[in-house]
Nanobody
Framework: QLRLVESGGGLVQAGGSLRLSCAAS????????MGWFRQAPGKVREFVAS????????YYADSVKGRFTISRDNSKNAMSLTMKSLKPEDTAVYYC?????????????????WGKGTQVTVSS
């Protein structure tokens, strides 16, 4: 079992930046890949980014490629998502998640442990 807690969400104007953090506890953090997902009101949960167990490989949704950066620091049991050039369509609850596998993936069902989420709101 892995406990995940997100932080860093908030209200930001379009074009601005935010950095989300995910703190983990409960088991060895570095064992598996991690990911970020988001869910807007009335929408299904969608993939944002994932990172391999050792941070050596990353994968991004086309909608955020070039604007968002995922990273992890296994020594601190932490993962982050740096978001730049934010758009109103980025507004959603963002969740960090722990994968069942070591390699990057974009499937919701590949992730077993989830945080409670942090709200990101981008205004015009």
């Amino acid at each position: 079992q892995l406990r995940l807690v997100e932080s860093g969400g908030g209200l930001v104007q379009a074009g601005g930046s935010l950095r989300l953090s995910c703190a983990a506890s409960g088991r060895t953090f570095s064992s598996y890949a991690m990911g970020w997902f988001r869910q807007a009101p009335g929408k299904v949960r969608e993939f944002v980014a994932s990172i391999s167990w050792n941070g050596g490989n990353t994968y991004y949704a086309d909608s955020v490629k070039g604007r968002f950066t995922i990273s992890r620091d296994n020594s601190k049991n932490a993962m982050s998502l740096t978001m730049k050039s934010l758009k109103p369509e980025d507004t959603a609850v963002y969740y960090c998640a722990d994968s069942r596998y070591t390699a990057v993936t974009d499937r919701v069902t590949d992730f077993g442990s989830w945080g409670k989420g942090t709200q990101v709101t981008v205004s015009s």
